[in-house]
């Protein structure tokens, strides 16, 4: 890849490895934070614009562009994923990105998504476009769902759950439930059994147990121990599984992971702290520890270009 394109690349990052999904493609459609939710546990901070409102918030053509430049210079991915720095479903237009890219690969197309505006024919039938649908549920009532996921005063877990069920019924795709424990927030017995109701509505493919493995949107949310996660698949039952890496090894692991993405970005392209933050959903001490140390290593060059520092993946023949 030249350094051209590589400078080009606004709205695609990776492919990075994702436990879920392979080896990941992402696209980020929506600005930084942009969202429906505040979730107390987001990787990537605070909500800055809290609305429910859909815009068209990038160039089609410019995304579609990158996809189709990606896909003659690499295009080794399992799946393409529509997500990023917000709430994709916001964007107006993901039902035209979802059939422009099935237009140029046959890669499946998954929508990472909070779910919450699944109540509106128009999300659902451009979600109903993509191959693999991920949407969350955090709660089992409203009480809960209002602390944990702080909604946009449109939103309700109700709408939340109705709008995904009827999704269903219209939807012959993969949809994979993700439920974000907390401990001593949705962990007790009769919150889960709750989850499970609500979840049984929705009848998703998979339901797949997460928790809190880089730092969150407010401090003091801990990871779910493994064993906990463990009672909590075998009490929601059939097609439960966890896939938070809460092993006890799980620092050093996720230090690795991050080190493996961190460096999957900077070999397609040049990337300022900044945009690692954004397309890893890291914190930028993280990511500047990260940069530092690959420097180090000798593995990754740096560039001034104005007031900005860049870094990039030192080629093979450096």
Request: glycine letters at 8%; hydrophobic letters at 40%.
């Amino acid at each position: 890849m030249s350094s051209q394109q590589s400078k080009q690349r606004r709205y695609i990052y990776g492919p990075v490895p994702s436990r879920r999904l392979g080896l990941s493609l992402g696209v980020d459609i929506v600005p930084m934070k942009v969202c429906t939710l505040d979730c107390i546990y987001c990787q990537l901070g605070r909500t800055t614009e809290k609305s429910v409102v859909r815009r068209d918030f990038v160039d089609v053509d410019a995304v579609l562009a990158e996809v189709a430049d990606w896909l003659k210079e690499d295009g080794r991915a399992d799946h393409i994923t529509l997500g990023g720095s917000g709430e994709p479903t916001l964007n107006l237009r993901i039902g035209d990105l979802v059939d422009g890219i099935h237009a140029v690969t046959d890669i499946p197309v998954a929508i990472l998504t909070n779910g919450t505006l699944f109540y509106r024919q128009d999300v659902r039938a451009d979600c109903a476009r993509a191959d693999v649908v991920i949407p969350s549920l955090d709660a089992g009532d409203a009480a809960v769902f209002e602390a944990v996921n702080r909604p946009a005063p449109d939103i309700s877990i109700e709408k939340l759950v109705s709008g995904l069920a009827t999704f269903r019924e219209e939807y012959a795709g993969q949809i994979w439930l993700e439920v974000f424990i907390i401990p001593g927030v949705n962990t007790d017995e009769e919150q889960v059994e709750k989850i499970k109701k609500l979840s049984a509505r929705m009848r998703p493919d998979k339901i797949q147990l997460n928790t809190a493995v880089r730092p969150t949107a407010e401090k003091g949310i801990k990871a779910a121990a493994r064993e906990t996660l463990a009672e909590i698949a075998r009490q929601i039952g059939s097609g439960c599984e966890v896939i938070a890496d809460v092993a006890p090894a799980t620092c050093d692991r996720h230090r690795e992971r991050v080190t493996a993405d961190v460096l999957s970005m900077l070999k397609r392209r040049p990337c300022s702290v900044e945009d690692l933050c954004r397309g890893l959903g890291i914190t930028r001490d993280e990511a500047g520890r990260q940069v530092a140390e690959l420097g180090d290593s000798g593995l990754v060059d740096t560039e001034s270009r104005g007031d900005k520092m860049y870094y990039r993946a030192r080629s093979r023949a450096s």
